[in-house]
């Protein structure tokens, strides 16, 4: 298996889960993080050695993640696995499944890469690189079956790891929160480049809140190891704004919080499914969003909006994103509580959508590509 960064491990340790209980046997390795090694991954690399976003970053990345992929495929050759699954990370991990299923070496890949966002032409390598593609999202497979590659429909393990009744008043507690405090919650991504790009903007947008409603509390949730990055830029953006970091407990921010400043990615799903009203933000080097802008397909970028095909939260990116814009935007839901309320409803809906026995109907869909092969 091979997780890149935060989300895939998340995604990859629930799928494990799942394949541990129908295979007790089972042996998995690769590249990962904590919640893979929690289900008893051998992690050969650290899975943040692939958290790198955009053209211009992955540059300077280059040669080390071309290496470890040259090396990874080699040492699985050698191994001969049951199974490749690529969790995300499409574009390390597309090249990697071509290469072994050329070689005889069943590949899955858990979560399609945005084919239907931008990048469309990318579904010829899906088609090369995969013997079968799980979606997270159910408009994905028949995407997939006009082409005539096998795909299968396994639902967002987010939306069964999060509760459905958000327990908002456990949440605020943990976390030291009066009930008749605002909290707002910051949530600048996962990934080195975009607490770079992205963090500033929001200390900014905090402490413009703060000066105008100096009750305020906000939390940040920071990813364990980069701490180190997230307190210098709040120093120096936000010095006098009441922020804690807190070490992870992202869900409890999100379940705790009035309203979230968080960056596009997977995060805006995971407030969506705590019913959160939300403010989306991104930013990134510029030659990388110009060059990403021309060939994105839809007008959304936040996956709730994606998913609902509406702008029901809104979407400050690159230059619109500035300190004075987000508070603005962040202002309009705790000052509208009914707009809130009906977006609740919304996700709710969404929430029920997305919610399957993701680890099970994924290894039902596993267990068939390897019945196959062995027939």
Same mark, same amino acid.
């Given at each position: 298996?091979?997780?890149?960064?935060? +989300?895939?491990? $998340?995604?990859?340790?629930?799928?494990? !889960?799942?394949?541990?209980?129908?295979?007790?046997?089972?042996?998995?390795?690769?590249?990962?993080?904590?919640?893979? &090694?929690?289900?008893?991954?051998? =992690?050969?690399?650290?899975?943040?050695?692939? =958290?790198?976003?955009?053209?211009?970053?992955?540059?300077?990345?280059?040669?080390?993640?071309?290496?470890?992929?040259?090396?990874?495929?080699?040492?699985?050759?050698?191994?001969?696995?049951?199974?490749?699954? #690529?969790?995300?990370?499409?574009?390390?991990?597309?090249?990697?499944?071509?290469?072994?299923? =050329?070689?005889?070496?069943?590949?899955?890949?858990?979560?399609?890469?945005?084919?239907?966002?931008?990048?469309?032409?990318?579904?010829?390598?899906?088609?090369?690189?995969?013997? $079968?593609?799980?979606?997270?999202?159910?408009?994905?497979?028949?995407?997939?079956?006009?082409?005539?590659?096998?795909?299968?429909?396994?639902?967002?393990?987010?939306? +069964?790891?999060?509760?459905v009744d958000v327990p908002r008043t456990a949440a605020r507690e943990s976390l030291g929160v009066a009930p008749d405090e605002t909290l707002v919650a910051l949530l600048p991504g996962s990934r080195r480049a975009e607490i770079q790009y992205i963090a500033p903007r929001l200390f900014a947008a905090a402490a413009l809140m703060q000066r105008e409603r100096p009750a305020l509390r906000f939390v940040v949730p920071v990813v364990p190891g980069l701490r180190h990055l997230v307190e210098p830029l709040r120093r120096q953006h936000a010095p006098n704004a009441t922020i804690e970091l807190l070490d992870g407990r992202a869900y409890d921010a999100l379940a705790a919080c009035d309203v979230t400043l968080v960056a596009s990615g997977t995060a805006t799903l995971e407030a969506a499914l705590?019913?959160?009203?939300?403010?989306?933000?991104?930013?990134?080097?510029? $030659?990388?969003?110009?060059?990403?802008?021309?060939?994105?397909?839809?007008?959304?970028?936040?996956?709730?909006?994606?998913? $609902?095909?509406?702008?029901?939260?809104? !979407?400050?990116?690159? #230059?619109?994103? +500035?300190?004075?814009?987000?508070?603005?935007?962040?202002?309009?839901?705790?000052?509208?509580?009914? +707009?809130?309320?009906?977006? &609740?409803?919304?996700?709710?809906?969404?929430? &029920?959508?997305?919610?399957?026995?993701?680890?099970?109907?994924?290894?039902?869909?596993?267990?068939?590509?390897?019945?196959?092969?062995?027939?």
């Amino acid at each position: 298996m091979v997780a890149g960064e935060t +989300s895939g491990d $998340l995604l990859a340790g629930l799928l494990l !889960e799942g394949l541990r209980a129908r295979w007790p046997l089972l042996r998995s390795v690769g590249i990962g993080g904590p919640t893979m &090694a929690a289900q008893g991954f051998e =992690a050969w690399w650290p899975h943040d050695k692939l =958290a790198v976003r955009g053209y211009v970053e992955v540059l300077s990345h280059y040669r080390e993640i071309a290496s470890i992929r040259h090396q990874l495929a080699e040492r699985l050759l050698a191994e001969k696995p049951d199974a490749f699954i #690529g969790v995300d990370a499409p574009d390390f991990n597309l090249d990697l499944e071509t290469r072994l299923k =050329a070689n005889g070496v069943p590949t899955v890949q858990f979560v399609s890469p945005s084919i239907w966002a931008w990048r469309g032409g990318r579904i010829d390598k899906v088609r090369r690189a995969t013997d $079968l593609v799980l979606c997270i999202f159910p408009f994905e497979p028949a995407i997939y079956a006009k082409q005539g590659i096998a795909a299968a429909y396994v639902g967002h393990p987010l939306a +069964s790891v999060i509760p459905v009744d958000v327990p908002r008043t456990a949440a605020r507690e943990s976390l030291g929160v009066a009930p008749d405090e605002t909290l707002v919650a910051l949530l600048p991504g996962s990934r080195r480049a975009e607490i770079q790009y992205i963090a500033p903007r929001l200390f900014a947008a905090a402490a413009l809140m703060q000066r105008e409603r100096p009750a305020l509390r906000f939390v940040v949730p920071v990813v364990p190891g980069l701490r180190h990055l997230v307190e210098p830029l709040r120093r120096q953006h936000a010095p006098n704004a009441t922020i804690e970091l807190l070490d992870g407990r992202a869900y409890d921010a999100l379940a705790a919080c009035d309203v979230t400043l968080v960056a596009s990615g997977t995060a805006t799903l995971e407030a969506a499914l705590f019913k959160r009203p939300m403010v989306v933000v991104y930013a990134m080097h510029a $030659l990388t969003y110009q060059m990403s802008k021309r060939m994105k397909y839809q007008p959304w970028v936040a996956l709730p909006n994606i998913l $609902l095909r509406d702008f029901a939260v809104p !979407e400050l990116l690159q #230059g619109e994103a +500035s300190g004075a814009k987000i508070a603005a935007a962040a202002f309009k839901w705790l000052d509208d509580p009914s +707009s809130c309320e009906q977006l &609740a409803a919304r996700f709710a809906t969404l929430h &029920a959508e997305l919610r399957r026995d993701t680890a099970r109907m994924a290894t039902d869909a596993i267990e068939e590509v390897l019945s196959r092969r062995q027939a």
